[in-house]
């Protein structure tokens, strides 16, 4: 199969047997127009060697290698032995990776199949980032519910369908980018456990950070406050000091931009009421 996909501003050729079927979501960015800058090929491999270069990151589920051609990674998934995939960079717009025959079956979950392709390098380089979130779109505007995961991001999102008429994009991830001067959420093809996943461009109103609380309260973070509780829930390779540090320019500018809310709520009608007065009035 030979297909192109965009994702945000990114472009690409994808490359891949018969044998693998990408998951519905991911199918949703598709295309049949533009010029691929980017193209991956993916192949099944019985046996895939790792490179012999420096190690950047060493985990059970992740090993990352620097290589003269870029960046290679050992693929697995946490409490699972072993590895599913070899992703390495041939050339400035060129991958390929190598899958284990005995995992194919794993790769109709959107995270794994996603994480082959080290996306998040791509949407670093254009200026993009990715935050944990639950996209919501109010108005015309996108409100973006952040937390570590369980905290309630999707419910909160919900809460604002059932007595507001929004309507959730994404129920656990969105795609940050400055556009024609505004910071816009963006579709992405992970989803988390909520089931939803639009492709969909919306200009950001707030990023709202939740906490529960047996009572609603809401205030405006700092500019220090609000960096700190974003920067936990943006995808970021550490690792690499030059990502790392253009990440860090794009929260700047963002923050320079768009409000962040500290919502410390309940599931109730009345959470949606605080935020509102906070965002509308």
């Known amino acids: 199969m030979d297909k192109l996909f965009r994702i945000g501003d990114f472009c690409f050729r ?26 991956y090929t993916i192949r099944i491999a019985e046996d895939f060697l790792p490179p012999e270069d420096k190690i950047l990151v060493n985990r059970a589920d992740l090993v990352v290698f620097q290589t003269e051609t870029g ?5 697995g998934v946490k409490g699972m032995p072993g590895f599913y995939a070899l992703y390495r960079e041939l050339a400035p717009h060129r991958a390929e990776v190598l899958l284990a025959p005995d995992r194919l079956r794993g790769l109709n979950i959107d995270p794994v199949f996603t ?13 993009s980032m990715v935050l944990h979130c639950a996209y ?48 816009t959420a963006r579709g992405w ?24 609380s047996k009572e609603n309260t809401v205030r405006l973070l700092k500019p220090h406050e609000a960096f700190m509780l974003l920067y936990g829930q943006i995808t970021v390779n550490r690792w690499d000091r030059a990502s790392t540090a253009q990440t860090l320019d794009r929260m700047e500018s963002l923050l320079a931009q768009v409000p962040v809310y500290q919502l410390a709520c309940n599931i109730s009608e009345d959470a949606v009421r605080c935020l509102e007065t906070a965002l509308y009035t």
């Not at 994808?14 to 193209?39: D, R």
């Not at 960046?71 to 693929?75: G, I, V």
């Not at 909520?194 to 990023?207: F, G, K, L, V, Y």
């Open 71 to 75: 960046e290679s990674r050992l693929l």
């Open 115 to 127: 994480s082959l392709l080290a996306l998040e390098r791509r949407m670093v380089q254009r200026g």
């Open 189 to 212: 093809p992970v989803c988390g456990t909520s089931e939803i996943c639009n492709n969909q461009d919306t200009p950001i109103r707030a990023i709202v950070m939740l906490s529960q």
């Open 14 to 39: 994808l490359q891949y047997p018969e044998e693998i079927t990408p998951p519905p979501n991911f199918l949703i960015f598709e295309t049949e127009t533009g010029e691929p800058e980017y193209t």
């Open 136 to 183: 919501m779109q109010y108005q015309d505007e996108a409100i973006l519910f952040s937390a570590p995961s369980e905290t309630g991001k999707t419910t909160q999102a919900n809460l604002w369908g059932k007595y507001r008429g929004g309507r959730t994009i994404n129920g656990d991830r969105a795609l940050l980018s400055e556009l024609n001067g505004r910071w």
